[in-house]
């Protein structure tokens, strides 16, 4: 028989995966440069980080996917920090204007489960576990936890925003603003509003083992990781066999996720009808 030709699985050795590029998004794997706090508070200052990298590139230490990749998160925060100086309420005025006729629910509840990282979405809760216990998030996880607040839950980003101010060891007045308002789709150059992140898949995608759900939510670590991130899901057997009573041990999601996802664009339609 012919052996059948393996193109699908090849890899260049230019594609080869490497750490900063192919890992970034993966928070379980420590391979971002955690320099966000030294940047903000002028430890370092990118230009000295922009010619290291340099540097690297053209001595071979640091891969052209890795390098150009990290310079490229570096230009994000040199243009966060342009809109901050153009726009210096960038922390309390939408910079979209329409989104100031965005009906915003008001729930005190809520705010705190989500503070308290007891949403019941587990790599939802993880982040803001690790945040309350570090000052700090996987960009990943931000992105995630974000999401969840302003499209989930319907509520303010400034709130989260606050939170986040509140929180962080790195809090920044550009980096942070921009991030919630770009997620929250008010912001610069944001995604369009009906993208909203599933939860349950981004911690499939990006925590595959669940070895970051599970080091942040020690409630689930026993549990299978076909249903860790969805627990709501698994088959009674397997929740008792991990210890697990929903709404006791590990709270019942919040919000229902398909719920969620269709009262979202609703919320979008009634701004854009109240803004004409
Ligand atoms: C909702 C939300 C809030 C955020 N709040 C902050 C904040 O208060 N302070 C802060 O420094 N960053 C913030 N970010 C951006 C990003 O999450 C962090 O800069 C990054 O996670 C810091 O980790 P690192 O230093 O290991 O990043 P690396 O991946 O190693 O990146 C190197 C540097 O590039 C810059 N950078 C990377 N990604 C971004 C980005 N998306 N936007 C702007 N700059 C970036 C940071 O200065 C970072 O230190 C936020 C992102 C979101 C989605």
């Known amino acids: 028989m012919k052996a059948r030709r393996r193109t699908a699985c090849k890899v260049s050795s230019t594609e080869r995966p490497t750490p900063y590029a192919d890992g970034r998004d993966l928070p379980a794997d420590a391979t971002t440069s955690r320099l966000s706090p030294s940047l903000r508070f002028g430890e370092i200052s990118a230009r000295q980080i922009w010619h290291a990298v340099k540097a690297g ?85 931000r992105m995630i936890v974000a999401s969840f607040l302003t499209k989930h839950l319907l509520i303010d980003w400034r709130s ?28 610069a150059d944001a995604p369009p509003y009906f993208r909203i992140f599933n939860p349950a898949l981004q911690g499939e995608k990006f925590d595959p083992d669940g070895a970051y759900t599970r080091h942040w939510v020690p409630e689930l670590e026993h549990l299978d990781k076909r249903c860790l991130h969805h627990p709501w899901d698994a088959p009674g057997e397997a929740l008792q066999k991990a210890g697990i009573v929903l709404g006791k041990t590990y709270p019942a999601p919040l919000i229902d996720h398909s719920k969620a996802r269709k009262r979202a664009p609703h919320a979008y339609e009634a701004m854009k009808q109240a803004k004409s």
């Open 57 to 141: 590139l053209s001595t071979g230490d640091v891969s052209e996917r890795d390098g150009e990749k990290f310079l490229a998160e570096l230009g994000w925060r040199e243009f966060c920090h342009h809109l901050l100086s153009d726009h210096p309420d960038l922390a309390t005025s939408n910079f979209n204007r329409d989104f100031d006729h965005f009906p915003w629910e008001v729930d005190e509840n809520a705010l705190q489960s989500w503070q308290a990282g007891q949403t019941g979405y587990p790599i939802v809760d993880a982040g803001l576990r690790e945040l309350w216990s570090t000052g700090w998030i996987h960009n990943r996880v």
């Open 160 to 187: 989260g925003e606050q939170w986040f101010w509140d929180t962080l060891v790195d809090a920044d007045p550009a980096n942070n603003p921009a991030g919630w308002q770009w997620v929250a789709s008010c912001g």
